[in-house]
């Protein structure tokens, strides 16, 4: 069975500082991964997927995240990190269903806070 | 357009009302998915319609009943809820492959008295 492990309940940066959230994943075959953003009261935002190819991927906001098979590892970086970055971010493993439609196994989430 | 609509944004009812929840999208997604998410919490999957036929109930109460009237819309009726109910619904919409990226509503948060 999938599963997905975000070590980091909480974490706090500054603003402009670098920012890296983990994520650990457990998948049999060629994951398909994702992070979400979940600002407060608000739906899941996509800021980016991994499906195959380069391991680096670039999503929206200036994020970005590398996919490491040796490590089973998803990780989300950005440089340079904004006050408005504040919020839940969700890891994510998707593999298709047998009736149809597709299972997201999410992470716990890491709450992210930016000090000013 | 990667849009997902869910109305209402908020819904306080009582015990013995009935109610729904609705959700559409115009992006040609063959898949739709109801998530049930409380506070500090990561979505539980509900329930998923494949091509307009129910694909998966996650063991939900049948006080929870959805609904795929055609490919564009989902409804969620609620009847006889209870106070552990009140959460943030959401609503998604794939394609039907893989990898099937899910794009989520911004939810109906849902208050029972």
């Known amino acids: 069975a999938q599963s997905v492990t975000q070590p980091d309940i909480h974490i706090t940066v500054s603003e402009g500082a670098s920012l890296e959230l983990r994520c650990n994943y457990s998948y049999g075959a060629t994951p398909y991964l994702f992070w979400y953003v979940q600002s407060p009261g608000q739906g899941l935002q996509l800021l980016l997927k991994?499906?195959?190819?380069?391991?680096l991927v670039q999503g929206i906001k200036g994020f970005e995240a590398e996919f490491k098979r040796s490590q089973s590892s998803f990780n989300l970086r950005k440089p340079s990190v904004h006050w408005s970055d504040a919020a839940e971010y969700f890891c994510?493993?998707?593999?298709?269903?047998?009736?149809?439609?597709?299972?997201?196994?999410f992470g716990t989430g890491t709450q992210l806070k930016v000090e000013l | 357009d990667t849009e997902v609509t869910q109305t209402p944004k908020h819904l306080v009812m009582g015990m013995t009302n009935k109610k729904s929840l609705k959700c559409e999208q115009h992006m040609g997604h063959r898949a739709m998915y109801w998530y049930k998410q409380k506070a500090k919490k990561p979505p539980e999957l509900m329930f998923v319609y494949s091509y307009e036929k129910l694909s998966i109930n996650e063991s939900v109460p049948s006080r929870f009943s959805p609904e795929c009237p055609n490919s564009s819309l989902l409804n969620l009726h609620l009847h006889a809820l209870q106070p552990e109910d009140s959460a943030l619904y959401l609503c998604?919409?794939?394609?039907?492959?893989?990898?099937?990226?899910?794009?989520f509503g911004p939810g109906t948060r849902l208050l029972v008295l």
């Open positions: 998604a919409s794939s394609q039907d492959w893989e990898p099937g990226t899910q794009y």
């Open positions: 991994y499906f195959s190819g380069d391991t």
């Open positions: 994510a493993v998707g593999a298709q269903l047998t009736g149809g439609g597709n299972k997201l196994t």
